[in-house]
């Protein structure tokens, strides 16, 4: 007769899932730490990029680097910078999904479709020599198949885009997921964030711009076959340069600078 049993059977079967269960519950325990701290560093890098401070691919000493720029909480309400959270301990992501930290962005003015948004969010500086060089303000909002994450950079005047991409999004590769290409993301360099009137006017055309547009200054080169995505993209930017996302920071950060 067999030496197995159904008892045996599932006995064995236990003690191996309760074996293999400890192993990965120990190797997640034993790895969180060395995860967090790469997902720390991963935004520290696109953050020098974003502030000019490295090139994209350039290895270098992150932290060291990051030493240069200086964060922020802000209340989006108000422009305010909040002294009493530090930046370091705010997770926006999780607040957006708190109602007791967030706010639920009105259908008609969601023009991100984000939902919700934060009540506070970090920004980051870039000084030389006490002077503003760059403000980097971190964005998000749907595209065709995702959230797509990622920093605005604007120059001094906070008006000419200094740079502009995306870190985190789940597009389709060679359609919306161009929005990773090295020269799409070129093209954003010099562009004007904000019309004569003071509101976000920068736009994703369909197709190239063209030469001879009056608009040319506030206009980028589409993507091609991914128009949701690139009307994505356009829609994120200019809700958080509006009144709802950056803009009351941005107008109170106008005192702070010295134009001279």
């Known amino acids: 007769m067999p030496n197995e049993s159904v008892g045996r059977t599932v006995t064995v079967a236990i003690v191996v899932c309760v074996v293999c269960s400890i192993f990965v519950s120990t190797a997640a325990v034993t790895l969180k730490p060395i995860q967090d701290r ?14 000019g401070l490295i090139e994209e691919g350039q290895k270098a000493d992150y932290e060291e680097l990051f030493k240069q720029i200086e964060a922020r909480v802000i209340d989006l309400d108000t422009g305010d910078y909040v002294e009493d959270v530090s930046p370091e301990d705010f997770n926006p992501r999780k607040a ?11 259908q008609k003015e969601d023009i991100a479709k984000i939902k919700r948004r934060s009540n506070y969010r970090v920004v980051y500086f870039y000084r030389d020599g006490g002077s503003l060089r760059r403000v980097i303000l971190p964005v998000y909002g749907k595209g065709l198949w ?12 906070l008006n000419t885009i200094g740079s502009f991409g995306f870190y985190e999004h789940g597009e389709t590769p ?4 161009e929005v990773d290409n090295k020269k799409w993301k070129k093209k954003w360099k010099g562009k004007q964030a904000f019309g004569p009137d003071g509101q976000p006017d920068i736009e994703v055309v369909k197709g190239t711009v063209d030469p001879d547009s009056p608009e ?7 993507l091609s076959g ?20 950056y803009g009351p920071f941005l107008e109170r950060l106008k005192t702070e600078v010295n134009y001279g």
Not at 146 to 156: E, K, Q, R, V
Not at 216 to 222: A, E, K, L, P, T
Request: proline residues 3%; glycine residues 12%; without cysteine.
């Open 96 to 106: 957006a999904k708190d109602p007791a930290q967030s706010v639920v962005i009105p």
């Open 226 to 245: 991914a128009t949701i995505t690139a009307r994505g993209v356009q829609n994120l930017l200019r809700f958080w340069l509006g009144d709802d996302g």
């Open 146 to 157: 995702s959230t797509m994450y990622g920093l605005l950079a604007l120059d001094a005047d």
């Open 38 to 51: 790469n997902k720390v560093l991963d935004m520290q890098k696109n953050i020098l990029i974003a502030a």
């Open 216 to 222: 040319i200054d506030y206009q980028v080169d589409g």
């Open 174 to 177: 060679g359609l919306g997921g």
